[in-house]
Every structure is written in structure tokens, then in C-alpha cells.
């Protein structure tokens, strides 16, 4: 079955950094994209960025831009996002989503997302 | 900026039919902004129905199907079920980082 795990989210000051992980199974890691979506507090679905298999294509919501970085570890099967610059909206459950192809294009599964609350 | 707008909410009574669309900013939505489509329940993540304007995945339920209808995407639920009702969230490919739209909460009634 595949498995999608995230962690690292917790309660961040202004202004600081965080970086979220996505541990994988079940799938061949490599062959897939994957993405990360969020969801603040009563409010609708974000998509934030996506990484292709091998890590050479990247996208980014202009939101995020220039703050986050996607990055995979082929070695580990682990998605990671850094970010960086935090601000109070960037409060919400981020979950992690692998895609149907080797280019981001087409979602599948979710996993069950991490909670990151921005506030002083 | 690129908007992706779906209607706010729809009503549908058990058994019935309903279309939810989906329309970009940019003008009329083709296959090539790979139409997704997918299932929010409170407390769950969201649970994909449609990829690629039409396409259903495995677990998706016969009573969805997407389509492209008059310049935009569109989700059609047939015999809904009261288990159907839900918010449900587009999402497109419209140059850059794909978009979702503000999601439809459908009401069962």
C-alpha cells in the first residue's frame, strides 16, 4: 500500500524556518513525482510546489516563491520542503502528494498532513 | 493573476444529478490544463476523483465523471448519495504552478 507520512510541523515564530518531511512506501520513489498542497484555517486547498522523479523540475506558488525549497532524497524516500521567512499565513496542514507520473501533473495519494502554526 | 473559480456551494436532492464546474481566468479551459478534481470531508485529506479532465482512478465511484464542458471543466455526480456531500476542489494547470478553484460545497437535501 502506499504509505505517505509527513512531519515536522509545530508552532514557528515570524520570521523563522521549518523544514517538513514526507517519509514514502509502497511505491517506487524514484519514479514519481510528488507535490506539496496546504490548507489553512477554514479556508480551501493551496498548492505550494512540486518536485519531478529526479529533481531536476521544480514549481512553486508565487505565495512561496523565493521562501520554500522542495528537495527529495532518492536515498531515503523522503520529500522535504525548507522554508523560510515565515509568516502568520503560512499557518496550515501541509500535506504531502505523490503524483501519477514522472512529471507533476496528475495527483493521487495524500498523505495525512502536518500541522505548522505561525504565530509569536 | 491567474483565478480559478468554481461555484461556492449547490444543493442536490438524494438520487439526482448535479454539475460542478471549473473556470480559469486565462479563458477556456482544454485538456491541457489537466483537470483534477477531488473529495473534502472534515477531519480527511482530501481524496482524489479525476485526473486528466475525465480519468477516474481506481477507487472512484461510477456516479463521477469529469468532462470539459463550454470552456471549462466539469465534475457531473449521478444518483447522488447522501455520503456525496462534501466540498469538492478543482484543481488546473494554467502556465506555472498548477491553481486550485475556491471549492463547492455540495449539500445533500
Known amino acids: 500500500d502506499v504509505q505517505l507520512e509527513e512531519s515536522g510541523g509545530r508552532l514557528v515564530q515570524p520570521g523563522g524556518s521549518l523544514r517538513l518531511s514526507c517519509s514514502a512506501s509502497g511505491f517506487n520513489f524514484n519514479d514519481y513525482a510528488m507535490h506539496w498542497v496546504r490548507q489553512a484555517p477554514g479556508k480551501g486547498l493551496e498548492y505550494v510546489s512540486g518536485?519531478?522523479?529526479?529533481?531536476?523540475?521544480?514549481n512553486y506558488a508565487d505565495s512561496v516563491k523565493g521562501r520554500f525549497t522542495i528537495s527529495r532524497d532518492k536515498s531515503k524516500n523522503t520529500l522535504y520542503l525548507q522554508m523560510s521567512g515565515l509568516k502568520t499565513e503560512d499557518t496550515a496542514i501541509y500535506y504531502c502528494?505523490?503524483?501519477?507520473?514522472?512529471?507533476?501533473?496528475?495527483?493521487?495519494?495524500w498523505g495525512q498532513g502536518t500541522l505548522v502554526i505561525v504565530s509569536s | 493573476q491567474t483565478v480559478v473559480t468554481q461555484e461556492p456551494s449547490l444543493t442536490v436532492s438524494p438520487g439526482g444529478t448535479v454539475t460542478l464546474t471549473c473556470a480559469s481566468s486565462?479563458?477556456?479551459?482544454?485538456?491541457?490544463?489537466?483537470p483534477n478534481w477531488f473529495q473534502r470531508k472534515p477531519g480527511q485529506a482530501p481524496k482524489p476523483l479525476i485526473y486528466?479532465?475525465?480519468n477516474k482512478h481506481s477507487w472512484t465511484p461510477a456516479r463521477f465523471s469529469g468532462s470539459l464542458l463550454g470552456g471549462k471543466a466539469a465534475l457531473t455526480l449521478s444518483g447522488v448519495q447522501p455520503e456525496d456531500e462534501a466540498e469538492y476542489y478543482c484543481l488546473l494547470y494554467c502556465g506555472g504552478a498548477p491553481l486550485f478553484g475556491g471549492g463547492t460545497k455540495l449539500t445533500v437535501l
Open positions: 502528494v505523490k503524483d501519477r507520473g514522472k512529471t507533476p501533473r496528475d495527483f493521487d495519494y
Open positions: 486565462t479563458g477556456a479551459v482544454t485538456s491541457d490544463y489537466y
Open positions: 486528466g479532465t475525465s
Open positions: 518536485i519531478g522523479n529526479n529533481g531536476g523540475s521544480t
